[in-house]
């Protein structure tokens, strides 16, 4: 079960489509969310990007736990094609973001 709701991670996709602009705003966000939520974001990338699988939920977030030693921000900042590896992790985990981030895009 993850800690942090689709609709933030939805949030998170966004930004990071639009990093050059975002970034700050990106990063402000991310540093507001719980550890928790900040582990279950970054165990969805890790998910996402192959480096777990579905199934290794809960110990992908126990990881991120364990082994925080960069502030989150920075250490998904720094990840290549973030966005997609929440999108692709969120798919692995049978989750759909669609209607979060259409409620998004149009402001909802």
């Not at 969805?44 to 991120?64: N, P």
Request: charged fraction near 30%; proline fraction near 2%.
């Amino acid at each position: 079960m993850l800690e942090i709701s689709t609709y933030k991670i939805a949030q998170v996709i966004l930004m990071a489509r639009e990093l050059e602009r975002a970034e700050g705003e990106l990063r402000a966000f991310i540093d507001r969310l719980t550890e928790e939520e900040q582990a279950s974001l970054v165990a969805v990338m890790w998910i996402g990007r192959d480096s777990f699988t579905a199934d290794d939920l809960e110990e992908a977030k126990r990881t991120a736990m364990n082994e925080a030693t960069t502030p989150t921000a920075d250490y998904l900042l720094g990840t290549p094609h973030l966005s997609d590896h929440l999108e692709n992790g969120l798919d692995e985990l049978g989750i759909s973001v669609v209607d979060d981030e259409d409620d998004l895009v149009r402001g909802g």
